[in-house]
């Protein structure tokens, strides 16, 4: 885990506590730090990669745009002047304000408050990692448009998803049955498919449809999806219409492309 340890540019004596506190985030716990080692290797090779793609927009503004448990800004504490996480889920941002609160250079907000001239064009890197596969179309297509009125124009955009649909999905849901059968994490809690299901979308087939539910939020019930009939390639496209895509990459196998990876991600600059 070396790797992924935190800067810690806050002194010599502070890089235990802010790797305690990296542990003790939700979203941590059952990413990098899962008893599964397949989970664990994939999760991990993802954020690393996030680090290393921030590392353009290094002494500037990072904004993570679903920031979750602030994992990501942990990672890459002291590698920016001013990091802002945001979160629509009040929840969340209540208790990376508390966990996360006094360490130098962290901002949280909640999404709704990234408006205003004051918010406009200002962050050098913006990050948007396992998000938009929860969005219903509507909403995927208002945040794409949120994030190209936030970034820089001399910024970058990173935006990552998990790729659902192809090849991967089959070893995706193999390795999630045994972590639920091992009672590993919430994987007991996973969206399962029918048989015609998991056929259809390992041969790529569009029109699974959606895994649906209602998210409470603070301004009211919001809908919202699970990754179940989530396809990429239709977020490629509404990328491309918004952003220049730079870079696609893949994890954590890489050059294997779509067919046996966990991650699709777009590196992009605003049109």
Request: proline fraction near 4%.
């Amino acid at each position: 885990m070396a790797s992924l340890c935190p800067t810690a540019a806050v002194g010599d004596g502070a890089t235990r506590g802010v790797s305690d506190r990296l542990a003790s985030g939700e979203y941590a716990r059952k990413q990098i730090y899962c008893p599964s080692r397949v989970v664990a290797w994939s999760h991990r090779s993802r954020f690393r990669l996030a680090a290393r793609l921030a590392t353009g927009g290094a002494g500037g503004r990072l904004l993570d745009y679903g920031c979750g448990d602030g994992t990501f800004m942990l990672l890459t504490l002291g590698m920016f002047a001013e990091a802002v996480g945001a979160d629509l889920d009040s929840a969340k941002f209540a208790e990376c304000r508390r966990r996360l609160g006094g360490l130098p250079g962290l901002t949280f907000l909640r999404t709704a408050d990234l408006v205003g001239p004051r918010q406009r064009r200002i962050y050098d890197v913006v990050t948007c990692m396992e998000v938009l596969e929860h969005c219903v179309d509507a909403e995927r297509v208002r945040v794409l448009e949120h994030l190209h009125g936030l970034v820089a124009a001399r910024g970058r955009v990173v935006i990552s998803v998990p790729i659902e649909i192809g090849p991967a999905l089959a070893g995706k849901q193999l390795f999630r049955a045994l972590a639920a059968w091992q009672g590993q994490g919430d994987y007991r809690h996973r969206e399962t498919y029918s048989p015609r299901e998991l056929m259809n979308a390992t041969f790529g087939r569009p029109g699974l449809a959606r895994a649906r539910y209602e998210l409470r939020t603070a301004s009211g019930p919001m809908a919202a999806c699970g990754h179940k009939g989530f396809d990429w390639r239709i977020l490629q496209k509404e990328i491309m219409a918004r952003f220049a895509v730079e870079r696609r990459l893949f994890t954590p196998l890489g050059r294997l492309g779509p067919l046996l990876n966990s991650q699709v991600w777009f590196v992009c600059v605003p049109r």
